[in-house]
C-alpha cells in the first residue's frame, strides 16, 4: 500500500511540476519580493520534507523545489533561474 502511494504522488508530483513552472509570472525573477513568514515557514518545512524524501520513497525532488520556491534565502534566484535553464525542465 505504502510503495503503491509513493509511486502515486511522485508521477502526480512530476507531472504537475512543468504546469506549476510554466505558470509563474513573467516577473518573478526581476521583482524585488519582501520576505513573508507565511511564504517562508511553509518553504522550508517543504526543504525538509523534501531532503527526507530523497532518502526515503516519496517525490522528494518535486518537493524540494517547491520549498526553495517558497522560502527566502540568499541565492535563491540564482539557483531557480539556474534550474529553470535546462529545457527539459520547462518542456517536461
Do not use: D, H
Request: hydrophobic share 55%.
Amino acid at each position: 500500500m505504502n510503495i503503491g502511494l509513493s509511486i502515486v504522488l511522485g508521477i502526480a508530483g512530476i507531472l504537475a511540476a512543468p504546469g506549476v513552472v510554466a505558470r509563474l509570472p513573467k516577473k518573478f525573477f526581476t521583482r524585488n519580493q519582501k520576505p513573508s513568514l507565511w511564504l517562508n515557514i511553509p518553504g522550508w518545512v517543504l526543504i525538509a520534507a523534501g531532503l527526507a524524501m530523497l532518502l526515503m520513497p516519496g517525490p522528494g525532488a518535486v518537493v524540494l523545489l517547491t520549498g526553495i520556491v517558497f522560502a527566502n534565502f540568499p541565492g535563491k534566484r540564482r539557483l531557480l533561474k539556474w534550474f529553470l535553464s535546462f529545457e527539459s525542465v520547462l518542456t517536461g
